[in-house]
């Protein structure tokens, strides 16, 4: 079953899904993994508390990248209530795979940057000062 799963992390990394950036967003979150140098950037367009449209871009190993590109293509067209709800649960979930704690923030530094983003702050409620969730 994991091969499956590294097929589509590997898919996801390699042609992401809603990449790009998004010419006059109503909110634009950056966010980095110092330890790893991975580094998310999102624009959101919001309408009536639903989420849109997201894009990302930025750069990173194919775990940071393919969790990006997976939680982007999750939430488009999610109320902003449903993307606060959100947890790292669900971004394992997506992954499907096992990960120990340095790929664990890899994974999770996408859905730290849509929270952030979508709160608009740097540490959402929840996070500790670490960044984890």
Same mark, same amino acid.
């Given at each position: 079953?994991?091969?499956?799963?590294? #097929?589509?992390?590997?898919?996801?990394?390699?042609?992401?899904?809603?990449?790009?950036?998004?010419?006059?967003?109503?909110?634009?979150?950056?966010?980095?993994?110092?330890?790893?140098?991975?580094?998310?950037?999102?624009?959101?367009?919001? @309408?009536?508390?639903?989420? =849109?449209?997201?894009?990302?871009? !930025?750069?990173?190993?194919? +775990?940071?990248?393919?969790?990006?590109?997976?939680?982007? =293509?999750?939430?488009? !067209?999610?109320?902003? =209530? #449903? +993307? @606060?709800?959100?947890?790292?649960?669900?971004?394992? =979930?997506?992954? !499907? +795979? #096992?990960?120990?704690?340095?790929?664990?923030?890899?994974?999770?530094?996408?859905?730290?940057?849509? @929270?952030?983003? +979508?709160?608009?702050?740097?540490?959402?409620?929840?996070?500790?000062?670490? !960044?984890?969730?």
């Amino acid at each position: 079953m994991n091969d499956l799963f590294r #097929e589509e992390i590997l898919d996801h990394s390699r042609h992401p899904r809603c990449h790009g950036t998004l010419d006059n967003p109503d909110l634009t979150f950056e966010d980095a993994n110092p330890l790893c140098g991975d580094r998310i950037r999102m624009d959101f367009r919001v @309408k009536d508390g639903v989420l =849109e449209t997201v894009r990302f871009s !930025g750069h990173g190993c194919s +775990i940071s990248q393919a969790a990006a590109s997976m939680l982007c =293509e999750h939430v488009e !067209g999610r109320t902003l =209530e #449903e +993307i @606060k709800a959100l947890g790292r649960e669900d971004v394992l =979930e997506m992954l !499907g +795979i #096992e990960l120990g704690p340095v790929r664990l923030k890899c994974a999770l530094l996408a859905l730290k940057t849509l @929270k952030a983003g +979508i709160y608009g702050v740097n540490q959402w409620p929840g996070e500790d000062e670490d !960044g984890a969730l």
